[in-house]
């Protein structure tokens, strides 16, 4: 059974930073084509934050974070990292990882809460 678990998640004031972590089981970060980062904030959709492929060397962001946010992981730990820096009240939302094929995301995980306050 493929679970993605993440973790980190918590009450930061603006301008701070948090680490986010995504622990796999049932698959290996060597597996799946691509990994990422999404968030919801509440009254929003579903909005993606940043993606990294099986290689590690390729990876992207969304305007709103780029620069301040920095997606990585660690295949032989099993575990996705989104490092946050300079955060906003924009930024507060629940974020999920996520892994899948070439072009759809197939495993998700349950989301943590980043709240950030002004």
């Known amino acids: 059974q493929v679970q993605l678990v993440e973790s980190g998640g918590g009450l930061v004031q603006a301008g701070g930073s948090l680490r986010l972590s995504c622990a796999a089981s049932?698959?290996?970060?060597?597996?799946?084509?691509?990994m990422g980062w999404f968030r919801q904030a509440p009254g929003k959709e579903r909005e993606f934050v940043a993606r990294?492929?099986?290689?590690?060397?390729?990876?992207y962001y969304a305007d709103s974070v780029k620069g301040r946010f920095t997606i990585s992981k660690d295949n032989a730990k099993n575990t996705l990292y989104l490092q946050m820096n300079s955060l906003e009240p924009e930024d507060t939302a629940v974020y999920y990882c996520?892994?899948?094929?070439?072009?759809?995301?197939?495993?998700w995980g349950q989301g943590t809460q980043v709240t950030v306050s002004s």
């Open positions: 049932g698959l290996t970060f060597s597996s799946p084509y691509k």
């Open positions: 996520a892994a899948g094929t070439s072009v759809k995301y197939a495993y």
């Open positions: 990294i492929m099986r290689s590690g060397g390729d990876t």
